[in-house]
């Protein structure tokens, strides 16, 4: 996620700020909120002016609902895996990261690192992308539970799952991006 400021001490200031930006400046300043999508902040500005977190967040989200299967799908697959290979490389983004440290997803043992491993093969292997949660307030434990009870599901219904968490990650880091600015 961009770690630059918004030259504000209120949020209020800091949305007016980010509203008048040119396209280009503001894609930059919500670079990550979407992981690896600049295009979604690209068509999202549009709508601005942007008076609350609320309706930033809203407008991204239209873009996503809006945008055609194939660029939905691609933005599944642009988020890692859960302790996945970019996280054992130590490639993954700043925000996946400390998202995955929060869950305890660097702190798995050799036998739950080989389940979570094993769930995240047999989800992609299923549905053909990976599985997406917004692992804030979760455990590892729960994260597992939750990739075994979602392989039961339906890949539409799987499709639509995805997209909702991935939307709840994008406020997680909208509301991170402006606490951290206050």
């Not at 396209?23 to 902040?41: C, K, M, N, T």
């Not at 739950?112 to 979760?138: D, M, S």
């Not at 799987?158 to 991006?177: Q, V």
Request: aromatic content about 6%; some cysteine.
């Amino acid at each position: 996620m961009n770690t630059r400021t918004l030259s504000t001490d209120d949020t209020s200031a800091a949305l007016a700020e980010l509203s008048r930006l040119p396209q280009a400046a503001f894609v930059d300043r919500l670079e990550g909120i979407f992981e690896h999508s600049p295009w979604i902040a690209e068509r999202a500005w549009s709508a601005g002016p942007f008076d609350s977190i609320d309706a930033l967040h809203a407008a991204m989200c239209l873009v996503v609902d809006t945008a055609a299967p194939s660029e939905q799908l691609a933005l599944i697959c642009a988020h890692p895996e859960l302790a996945g290979k970019e996280a054992e490389a130590g490639t993954l983004t700043t925000a996946s990261t400390g998202e995955q440290r929060g869950a305890g997803l660097d702190q798995c043992s050799k036998d739950e690192l080989q389940r979570l491993r094993g769930l995240n093969k047999a989800y992609r292997e299923r549905f053909g992308f990976p599985f997406v949660i917004a692992v804030k307030g979760l455990t590892r434990h729960q994260i597992m539970d939750r990739v075994d009870a979602r392989l039961a599901n339906e890949r539409d219904t799987e499709f639509r799952a995805c997209l909702t968490e991935i939307g709840k990650i994008a406020r997680f880091r909208l509301d991170a991006l402006f606490a951290a600015r206050n």
